[in-house]
């Protein structure tokens, strides 16, 4: 009862000077507002990235020439290495025991493709995929079939296409049974994958997949290939790992001692690497935040104490009338507190708000930071409990007698 109490003179105070309060509201919500909005505009493309990473399936990992997250000039210090070639792909899987499937791909960027009148952007890019690569591929086929066997061997022109080419070359009609070209080479449309959507504005189903063999007779193996390794089981995965890159560092003869001339990424890493990056934007949000509440906390203490100056006949009579010294105090913390919460509310709201635009923006899922919100209403409650402490023991220290004389 005390509390209710309380925080209806508090709520009633604070609407008393709506001017003073506003102001102080103010510097708490864009404190509360900078952080939740980064928090949210981050934990909306941490949740695009992880459901991109967890497509790899959690018992692949990627062996490539590169790592999967660079920053600055990083590039630099790998661009020398050899390139995996798919003869080293064919001899590892041979020399390994442990892995379910290796598969190898080879990849070509920047095609146009054409049926009939109609051509796509130039930003269709090309997979070559041998047999264990569609074995161990997660993505699942809509419509039509994946290419088999004998359409490796054969060397058969078919392609496996995403669902943004159709968009654009199949509006209306089937694309199973069509053929399209790709650099004036027909290719017959055999499937259809399913829709992945897209990430911070980049389509995920701008892509063909081809037989490996094809794409060696139209193009070439020169670039560096990319070998997709499926475990046996999840429990089993840091084991093959070892296994492959012990055989591989014998097919591509690295000394002992020397550092491995490509990469192993697994799923694991990529969620890892991406937190990593981002732990450094959270971070720099939180300290912006830190000071913005600090600075608020001061103009929530600098309101208090001229409350209670304004207010020093009202004590006065309540302390005769029989208002013990906790009572006082407990009316003018809980009034610093509301103060506080209502500012943090009114920041936290917007916050989310402007983080989904931002995400929607950046084409990511919306998403509402949960934690980040009870965090951001703890440290609001914290800074009106710090800076309400000591003028509402001022408040409560005041002599009765001296109140009621205060004009």
């Not at 359409?151 to 069509?178: H, N, W």
């Not at 009338?321 to 009034?335: D, H, M, T």
């Amino acid at each position: 009862m005390l509390i209710a109490e309380n925080t209806k003179l508090a709520l009633t105070s604070l609407r008393t000077n709506k001017l003073r309060t506003v102001l102080t509201l103010v510097g708490i919500a864009i404190g509360l507002f900078s952080i939740i909005l980064v928090m949210t505009c981050i934990s909306a493309i941490q949740s695009s990235f992880e459901d991109v990473f967890s497509s790899l399936g959690s018992t692949n990992f990627i062996v490539q020439k590169f790592p999967a997250v660079m920053m600055g000039n990083d590039w630099r210090r790998y661009r020398n290495r050899r390139d995996l070639k798919v003869d080293e792909g064919e001899r590892l899987k041979d020399a390994t025991k442990l892995p379910l499937y290796v598969g190898i791909y080879l990849g070509s960027g920047g095609k146009v493709i054409k049926y009939g009148n109609e051509k796509t952007n130039p930003n269709i890019s090309i997979v070559g995929e041998n047999l264990d690569a569609i074995y161990s591929n997660v993505l699942e086929v809509e419509e039509g079939r994946m290419f088999n066997k004998n359409d490796i061997d054969l060397t058969r022109p078919v392609a496996v296409i995403g669902s943004a080419i159709v968009e654009k070359l199949f509006p209306r009609q089937s694309a199973i049974g069509k053929t399209i070209k790709i650099d004036d080479k027909n290719v017959e449309v055999i499937g259809v994958f399913k829709k992945r959507g897209s990430v911070l504005g980049q389509s995920r189903d701008t892509f063909i997949s081809i037989p490996l063999s094809l794409f060696k007779k139209y193009y070439s193996d020169e670039q560096s290939a990319q070998f997709i390794v499926t475990a046996k089981s999840k429990e089993a995965i840091n084991e093959t790992v070892d296994e492959v890159t012990g055989a591989l560092r014998t097919i591509r003869k690295i000394g002992p001692g020397k550092d491995n001339d490509f990469e192993i990424v697994t799923n694991d890493q990529l969620v890892q690497q991406f937190n990593d990056v981002t732990k450094y934007f959270k971070i720099g949000a939180f300290v912006i935040a830190f000071i913005a509440l600090l600075a608020s906390g001061v103009g929530i203490m600098n309101i208090m104490l001229v409350s209670v100056t304004e207010r020093t006949r009202e004590i006065g009579i309540r302390k005769a009338l029989g208002a013990k010294n906790i009572v006082i105090r407990v009316q003018f913390l809980l009034e610093a507190i509301v103060l506080s919460l209502v500012g943090g509310v009114i920041g936290i709201i917007l916050g989310v708000i402007g983080g989904n635009i931002g995400a929607s923006v950046l084409g990511v899922p919306l998403h509402i930071p949960f934690d980040w919100i009870f965090i951001g209403l703890a440290i609001t409650s914290f800074v009106g409990i710090l800076f309400g402490v000591y003028p509402a023991v001022k408040a409560s220290n005041l002599d009765p007698i001296e109140a009621l004389r205060y004009e």
